[in-house]
């Protein structure tokens, strides 16, 4: 759902600050909420504006652009690295605390491709994988 208008916005409050309607009167005439128009009424008294505010969800980003950029460099320089790789990195050059999940997020979002995981040059067979009850396939 997109904001109402700033042009709006100043309307209800001027028509609050008149004294001469209620809330609810004020929210039936322009046909908005009464929520809204408390909203717009404490938004005023709180910050002095009634300028649209920038809707974000979630938490604060971990990592900044330039954190993001600094990433892509790295994975552009080596494509086969890991995101452990890329944790060692980031904590070691950057002097960074990020989860391994985060920094696995912020390469998805960057759309690049990257390795998962460190791969063993023997085939393993299944005569020689080991379990529970010793080896199996003998």
Do not use: N
């Not at 809330?23 to 909420?33: D, K, L, M, P, Q």
């Not at 790295?74 to 050059?93: A, F, G, M, N, S």
């Amino acid at each position: 759902m997109l904001p109402y208008s700033l042009d709006l916005r100043q309307r209800v409050v001027a028509a609050y600050e008149q004294g001469v309607e209620t809330i609810e009167e004020i929210a039936e005439r322009f046909s908005v909420g009464q929520t809204f128009v408390k909203k717009m009424l404490r938004q005023k008294r709180e910050t002095g504006s009634l300028e649209i505010k920038e809707r974000r969800s979630g938490p604060e980003k971990l990592l900044s652009e330039k954190d993001c950029r600094w990433l892509r460099r790295q994975i552009e320089k080596e494509p086969d690295l890991t995101v452990d790789q890329l944790h060692q990195r980031i904590v070691q050059e950057r002097k960074m605390q990020v989860s391994r999940t985060t920094l696995g997020r912020a390469v998805q979002s960057l759309d690049l491709p990257l390795k998962k995981r460190v791969r063993s040059h023997r085939k393993e067979t299944i005569e020689s994988v080991h379990g529970i009850g010793g080896v199996f396939g003998k």
